[in-house]
């Protein structure tokens, strides 16, 4: 049988043909990378000054959101059991999932299992909320759910990575990176990205979620909590406030005549810049972490004097957040959960006795987060705030064989929307009639991030950072913004 081969093709088959080629492709890619590297490839590069990186830029196009607020449950909240209602999994209860035995995560499973809290109509919409999170439920009517999100994976690692990175392996751009380096900040004296970890601890792939992977490292998360703020910046007793105050103006105008000695320096413009912040922030970031600046009533609502210090400390973070967002921070990540304190016992992870540790969850998240989303709404910060309330994964509406808790599901889960440019009392999409896989107007992670950069003034396709020879995204090649959710 004989085969045609192109001109091209028959000429790769002759040796120095071929290394000729390969030279010259060779000569190619080093051109690329140098033309990168001098900002000549990518037109929609924002345009930042080294010696004031976080300066705020303008989007690609008019935003409804100023800022953004992330809420992540680490551990992956069920969506069975607390947003997406499904009558044919209580009708079914106890019997087995029609199709072949399912073997998941963590082995095989057994018969599907209805809600573990009832659920009833809430607000002038009617959406079907369960009992397990009562104080958010009263809110239901503000919320946008996407009740069809999917993820690339069940394991909880690349799960978060890809949640909070937009890949499942290490080593890429946290979402709020993103943001800090297409944006900037409008506050001078605090970062642009601040990351909240839950009391308990960080989650599982820890600064991941909010690290700056191949962008420069002015743009990564800086994580503080209330009861743990940014670590030295309290001055000295010895020092007194107009020492410091002269000392820190004397550093400045020496800094500024070597600067001067040196135009053009922009890795010294960078390094004075974050020294500047450094010291803006030794003022301003002890303040805004200091919560008696407020008043009873609000500590009331938010339940900062909780019996519980979990509970206690997880609403002192709710309200730290509150006052990052009003002091201008562009991203605040909020964490509920945390990896190491064992299955399921710090984090949402409800395989073994998913009832038991629910409920000790939704009572230390619950109400802190509903007074956060109550304040945001009564300061009127919601207006121009986009909340993103999201989990790694959801989980499989069948028991694990021999358990009382749900694996890991990938397939189809829930997410919600509130603030700014999205609709309110609605929902998007939908898993099928047990809750397993989603099959109405599927989402995918990459979309959730279109979807967020838009409602921020950004076009996932342009916002680009050239890394290793490839114009990287947050959305990597796919994303699609969720027109259904805007409002």
């Known amino acids: 049988m004989t085969h045609s081969l192109s001109p091209a093709g028959r000429g790769l088959l002759d040796r120095r043909a071929f290394l000729a080629h390969a ?55 069920s969506h069975l059991d607390t947003f997406d209602y499904k009558p044919e999994l209580v009708e079914r209860d106890g019997r087995p999932l029609p199709g072949e035995p399912l073997v998941t995560f963590q082995g ?63 080593g890429f751009p946290s979402a709020g990176a993103w943001v800090s380096y297409a944006l900037g900040s409008e506050c001078r004296d605090l970062p642009a990205f601040v990351a909240v970890p839950d009391p308990r601890g960080v989650p599982q792939v820890g600064p991941n979620n909010w690290g700056s992977g191949f962008l420069p490292a002015v743009f990564q998360g800086t994580p503080f909590t209330a009861d743990k703020p940014i670590p030295h910046l309290r001055r000295p007793a ?14 400045r105008m020496m800094n500024e005549e070597h600067a001067a000695a040196r135009p053009g320096d922009a890795e010294l413009a960078a390094r004075l810049a974050g020294h500047e912040l450094a010291a803006r922030m030794q003022l301003s970031a002890a303040a805004v972490a200091d919560l008696s600046q407020e008043p009873k009533a609000t500590h009331a609502l938010y339940g900062t004097d909780d019996r519980d210090p979990v509970a206690a400390g997880f609403a002192r973070n709710c309200l730290l957040a509150r006052r990052l967002l009003e002091r201008g921070v562009r991203f605040v990540q909020l964490f509920n959960g945390s990896y190491a304190m064992g299955e399921g016992v710090g984090n949402w992870d ?14 230390i998240f619950d109400r802190p987060c509903a007074a956060l989303l109550t304040d945001l709404k009564r ?27 749900r694996d890991h599901n990938p397939h189809g889960f829930t997410a919600f929307l509130a603030g700014a440019g999205v609709r309110r009392a ?6 099928d009639e047990f809750g397993h896989k989603a099959v109405a107007d599927v989402a995918t992670i990459y979309d959730l991030h279109a979807t967020v950069l ?24 796919h994303g699609h913004v969720i027109r259904g959710v805007l409002a």
């Open 23 to 77: 030279g010259t492709g060779l000569g190619g890619i080093a051109l690329a990378a140098l033309l990168a590297e001098r900002g000549l490839l990518a037109a929609d590069k924002p345009a930042i000054d080294p010696a004031a990186p976080l300066a705020p830029r303008p989007p690609h196009h008019p935003p409804k959101a100023k800022r953004v607020l992330t809420i992540f449950c680490s551990g992956a909240v």
């Open 108 to 170: 095989e499973n057994g018969n599907l299992a209805r809600p573990l809290w009832p659920f009833k109509p809430r607000g002038q919409s009617g959406k079907m909320v369960s009992d397990l999170l009562p104080h958010l439920a009263e809110l239901t009517d503000e919320f946008c759910f996407i009740h069809s999100l999917t993820a690339k994976s069940n394991t909880h690692g690349p799960a978060e990575n890809q949640m909070s990175t937009g890949f499942t392996l290490d």
């Open 238 to 251: 010895a020092i007194t406030e107009s020492a410091d105050a002269d000392t820190r103006a004397f550093l």
């Open 350 to 363: 409800g395989h073994r006795k998913l009832k038991d540790q629910y409920e000790v969850h939704a009572r």
């Open 379 to 405: 300061t009127g910060l919601l207006k121009d705030t986009l909340v993103v309330w999201v989990t790694e994964f959801g989980r499989m509406p069948t028991f694990q064989k021999g358990a009382s808790g």
């Open 426 to 431: 609605h929902s998007h999409g939908a898993t």
């Open 454 to 477: 838009h409602l921020l003034g950004l076009d996932h396709e342009k916002l680009t950072y050239y890394h290793d020879g490839i114009a990287r995204r947050l959305t990597d090649v």
